[in-house]
């Protein structure tokens, strides 16, 4: 079945959250619950419903940065590797323009960020880093 206004529908509700119980949903489209389970079981195999996942109300990183990452040539794979193996890395990024990569870090510290940010310049392969610590979040979506 191709997805249609009601999957996309269902989908937005289940954006703003995804705790809501099927009965719920099914009410609110208009469908019966199993019609509603068929369609997020058939969702969840195109992969448009990847996981679920927890998001802490408190935040568990007390200070966060981006860090952008220029290499030398042909050291993307082992720089990638070595940034995989520190734990503040959160996130990481293949970019175009003047940076590779941009790593997203978290910290419980601000020094313990700006050692995570030393620990990245020393990594064979990374030519130089940019980072930019985040002061506040505007806006995120899932």
């Known amino acids: 079945m191709a997805n249609d206004a009601t999957d996309k529908a269902l989908l937005d509700l289940l954006r703003r959250n995804a705790r809501m119980p099927t009965a719920t949903l099914a ?11 068929g369609r997020i079981d058939r969702l969840e195999r195109q992969g448009l419903i990847g996981g679920y996942t927890i998001v802490e109300t408190r935040n568990a990183d007390a200070v ?9 040539p042909r050291h993307a794979k082992s720089v990638e590797r070595a940034l995989r193996q520190i734990d503040a ?17 978290g910290a419980d510290s601000p020094e313990a960020l700006d050692d995570a940010i030393d620990a990245i310049g020393t990594i064979p392969g990374v030519e130089r880093t940019h980072s930019a610590m985040i002061l506040s979040t505007k806006l995120q979506r899932a």
């Open 89 to 105: 890395v959160r996130e990481l990024h293949a970019v175009t323009g003047p940076a590779d990569m941009i790593a997203m870090l």
């Open 64 to 72: 966060r940065a981006q860090v952008m990452v220029t290499l030398t």
């Open 27 to 37: 009410r609110r489209l208009g469908l019966s619950r199993s019609t509603i389970q």
